[in-house]
């Protein structure tokens, strides 16, 4: 269902329209296919931690500017070393969080969340990549991290056609 799709944005976070697509299938949501999107997550967790791990050791302590005592730190640790309240600040849950709630909500409804904190975790995966590259700059990393989790919440399952294609036929 929606979970090999939301696996393919480990890499590259969606678009609006696909996201919007995504939810509107994982309101058809069973319980397996929750289980599915909330092993992904928690995957998809455990990857973006270690890629902040792995950014966080090859980060430089200080960038010198023309002598040794002109170096100034490089905050691109200090942002790293705060992912895990940075993410807890945005409102993501972690899967162990969506699970415990899985005996008063319905499926539909944490399959959607699922698959929106899949959505978060692929854009924040991208900024620690830039991050890292330098392409972003460590001052604008929470704020990356912030606009990330309010784009997603705001996307909206799509409407879906009353009759599929094939029934028509």
Same mark, same amino acid.
């Given at each position: 269902?929606?979970?090999?799709? %939301?696996?393919?944005?480990?890499?590259?976070?969606?678009?609006?329209?696909?996201? &919007?697509?995504?939810? %509107?299938?994982? $309101?058809?949501?069973?319980? #397996?296919?929750?289980?599915?999107?909330?092993?992904?997550?928690?995957?998809?967790?455990?990857?973006?931690?270690?890629?902040?791990?792995?950014?966080?050791?090859?980060?430089?302590?200080?960038?010198?500017?023309?002598?040794?005592?002109?170096?100034?730190?490089?905050?691109?640790?200090?942002?790293?070393?705060?992912?895990? $309240?940075?993410?807890?600040?945005? $409102?993501?849950?972690?899967?162990?969080?969506?699970?415990?709630?899985?005996?008063?909500?319905?499926?539909?409804?944490?399959?959607?969340?699922?698959?929106?904190?899949?959505?978060?975790?692929?854009?924040?995966?991208?900024?620690?990549?830039?991050?890292?590259? $330098?392409?972003? &700059?460590? #001052?604008?990393?929470?704020? #990356?991290?912030?606009?990330?989790?309010?784009?997603?919440? #705001?996307?909206?399952?799509?409407?879906?056609?009353?009759?599929?294609?094939?029934?028509?036929?």
């Amino acid at each position: 269902m929606a979970a090999p799709c %939301a696996l393919a944005w480990l890499d590259e976070p969606p678009a609006p329209a696909d996201l &919007a697509g995504a939810l %509107a299938l994982a $309101g058809a949501a069973t319980p #397996a296919d929750v289980d599915a999107l909330l092993d992904a997550l928690e995957a998809a967790r455990t990857a973006l931690e270690a890629l902040a791990r792995e950014a966080f050791a090859r980060a430089p302590i200080s960038r010198s500017t023309a002598a040794f005592h002109s170096a100034l730190p490089d905050l691109r640790p200090f942002v790293l070393y705060r992912l895990p $309240g940075l993410l807890r600040e945005a $409102g993501l849950y972690t899967a162990a969080e969506l699970r415990a709630l899985a005996a008063d909500a319905p499926p539909a409804w944490l399959a959607r969340e699922a698959t929106r904190q899949l959505a978060i975790l692929a854009a924040v995966r991208a900024a620690v990549r830039r991050l890292e590259s $330098g392409d972003l &700059a460590p #001052a604008d990393f929470p704020a #990356a991290i912030r606009r990330s989790a309010r784009e997603a919440a #705001a996307v909206q399952p799509a409407p879906q056609p009353a009759h599929l294609p094939e029934d028509l036929e």
